[in-house]
């Protein structure tokens, strides 16, 4: 009696533990699956800093920060990335202009002032806008953004980095404008009610209660888009030129830094050459700016983000 | 603003809701201007020929076949590849109990790839896929390279549609015995593959739109053969549209435009999927 009892009673233990040890791999295989995120990252850099490490060993890296003459294709050759860096920039700041007013004003517009069916139709549109591939963005600055400049400012050159920041810009407005537009609505319309019965008109309310109260989410979100415009790759090639070229003017051909490694990636240029370790270097530097962007976003967020219950 | 008359105030105040009505339909304008471009220029190339062709020195003669094959192909393996992946990692994340700082640093690693620029995942891939494992510029090389570069996105918004799952849900089966896993299989991923459906398709619609990796791990630009393997070279609709673009000649870039077209429907249909399986799934539940 006692014995049966007990062997029921432990094969009852078997068979809990035989279904915990199902459990348990399927969680280890999930698991995996979510660890292949670190994995990815360890290799991204590891592999940038191989070859990075190759580079500066025959390039002095400060050479490479501070040098002002961008030629490792041609002799006599030159490894400043300066010019790349500041094609980017021009790109960068170009975009902002664009995209940081537009996607604003649109955020505010959509949350404070739109009705619902007007939101219901204005949000759709600005999310094709996001899904349209950077490639179709490149095309268009290429045949009629550039032909555009063209008829106003007749300086222009074929490729310049005008056309290429204004399709940037274009491209990042709906992720400014999104992020904008969430921050805004976040601001609890308690905050908003106090304003208006101290006798703030609509405006004053906007200016004074919400966009100070979402200006963490908005701050953040200008950081990405700056993030994101210095990664953009296809619509500055097609636009923007492939010269190398350190200057303030915009209407001028340039090269951005994602622009050069596509132009190496296009051309045959053998592994373990110079050239080929170019493309890691700058890629690197590439890196390690969207990185700290991001992670400065991040900063923002969590540093000032007001908490309203 | 205290010398002003309340009027004063008003006017301001009507002056710039009227700045951001304009601005925000000038976003919308701009999207107009775009397609309408992209068709004028690009319609009266659009014919079967067009899809049927391969690329060709002649602008008269250039088709697509080879490219939008090639999305296909692309298209198809990265799914296979990304969504059983992504889909774990959420379920990993969002269904387990947060083993000490694991999952929290699992998570910021997802954040931050996120942001990563889609042209330092082609360096990746080329160095890792096509060189070292020595995939070559295949389908495969691709289609690994592009999961990667989709799987954040995916883990994502697989994340959020298993969030809205109800817990009680959960609670009534553990309450009938079942166990974590069976829990999840039966009773969770059901309720939340919807959502998930959705948020796959987006992701790999964007994978459709990717062009720097893909010229980074070495699709070739010119492709004039259909792929019939994995392992085959391969090109696809946005490099085919970046080469016609990058052309000097006026004809290319009006060929350009058809690709563009052909790749703008191929996204649209995918969305309207998209569209169609988040209305399915909300007229279900009521």
Redesign the interface.
């Known amino acids: 009696m006692l014995d049966s009892k007990l062997s029921g009673f432990s094969s009852a233990q078997i068979n809990k533990k035989r279904f915990r040890v199902g459990e348990e791999i399927v969680r280890g295989l999930l698991f995996l699956a979510a660890f292949l995120s670190v994995i990815t990252t360890f290799s991204i850099v590891a592999v940038l800093a191989q070859e990075a490490a190759t580079f500066f060993s025959e390039v002095s890296f400060w050479d490479f920060l501070s040098g002002t003459k961008w030629t490792p294709l041609l002799e006599p050759r030159s490894f400043g990335v300066l010019p790349l860096v500041g094609g980017t920039l021009l790109i960068v700041v170009g975009a902002a202009l664009i995209a940081i007013p537009i996607g604003l004003a649109s955020a505010i517009y959509l949350a404070e002032y739109s009705s619902d069916q007007v939101r219901s139709v204005v949000k759709p549109i600005l999310e094709v806008l996001a899904g349209i591939p950077t490639v179709v963005y490149g095309y268009f600055a290429l045949t009629f953004i550039t032909p555009l400049l063209e008829i106003v400012l007749p300086s222009t050159k074929i490729f310049n980095a005008a056309s290429g920041s204004i399709v940037v810009g274009i491209m990042v407005l709906p992720m400014v404008a999104s992020l904008c537009d969430d921050a805004l609505r976040a601001v609890p319309s308690s905050l908003r009610q106090a304003g208006y019965a101290l006798g703030a008109t609509q405006f004053e309310v906007i200016l004074r209660v919400a966009l100070p109260a979402a200006l963490s989410g908005i701050m953040a979100s200008f950081v990405l888009a700056a993030s994101r415009a210095i990664g953009e790759t296809m619509a500055v090639t097609l636009a923007a030129g492939a010269t190398p070229n350190l200057t303030f003017n915009p209407l001028e051909s340039i090269q951005t830094m994602t622009a050069y490694i596509v132009q190496v990636s296009l051309g045959d240029t053998p592994a373990g050459t110079v050239e080929y370790q170019t493309i890691f270097a700058v890629a690197s530097l590439l890196f390690a700016m969207t990185l700290s962007l991001n992670i400065f976003a991040q900063k923002i967020l969590n540093r000032f983000r007001e908490v309203y219950d | 603003?205290k010398n002003q008359s309340?009027r004063q105030?008003?006017a301001?105040?009507r002056i710039?809701?009227l700045?951001?009505?304009g601005?925000?339909w000038?976003?919308?304008f701009?999207?107009f201007?775009?397609l309408f471009?992209?068709s004028r220029?690009g319609v009266a190339w659009l014919d079967l020929q067009f899809l049927d062709s391969f690329p060709s020195r002649f602008p008269q003669k250039a088709g697509i076949k080879s490219a939008l094959l090639g999305t296909v192909w692309l298209i198809s393996f990265t799914a296979t590849i990304s969504i059983?992946?992504?889909v774990?990692?959420a379920?990993?994340?969002e269904e387990?109990p947060k083993r000490s700082g694991i999952?929290h640093?699992?998570e910021i690693?997802?954040?931050?790839?996120a942001?990563?620029?889609?042209?330092?995942?082609?360096?990746?891939g080329?160095?890792?896929f096509v060189?070292f494992m020595g995939f070559g510029r295949s389908i495969v090389a691709g289609s690994l390279t592009m999961s990667?570069l989709i799987?954040?996105v995916i883990?994502i918004a697989a994340r959020e549609a298993l969030r809205a799952v109800p817990t009680s849900i959960r609670q009534s089966a553990f309450a009938l015995g079942a166990?974590?896993?069976q829990t999840i299989r039966s009773q969770v991923l059901p309720v939340a593959l919807p959502g998930i459906l959705t948020g796959v398709i987006?992701a790999l619609?964007?994978a459709?739109?990717?062009?720097?990796p893909l010229?980074?791990i070495?699709a070739l630009?010119y492709v004039a053969f259909v792929p019939e393997g994995p392992m085959d070279p391969f090109t696809v609709l946005?490099i085919q549209?970046?080469n016609w673009?990058?052309r000097p000649q006026d004809e290319f870039?009006q060929v350009?435009?058809a690709g563009?077209i052909v790749?703008?429907v191929v996204?649209l249909m995918m969305?309207g999927v998209a569209i169609w399986i988040r209305h399915w799934a909300e007229r279900r539940q009521r």
């Open positions: 603003m309340l105030r008003y301001i105040g710039f809701h700045v951001c009505v601005l925000t000038l976003g919308v701009v999207l201007i775009l471009h992209v220029e059983p992946v992504g774990a990692a379920i990993y994340l387990y999952s640093f699992i690693n997802i954040a931050n790839l942001g990563v620029p889609s042209i330092v995942y082609g360096i990746l080329l160095v890792i060189r990667l799987l954040p883990i166990t974590h896993w987006l619609s964007r459709v739109g990717e062009t720097a010229i980074m070495g630009t946005p549209i970046f673009a990058s870039h350009a435009a563009i790749l703008l996204l969305n």
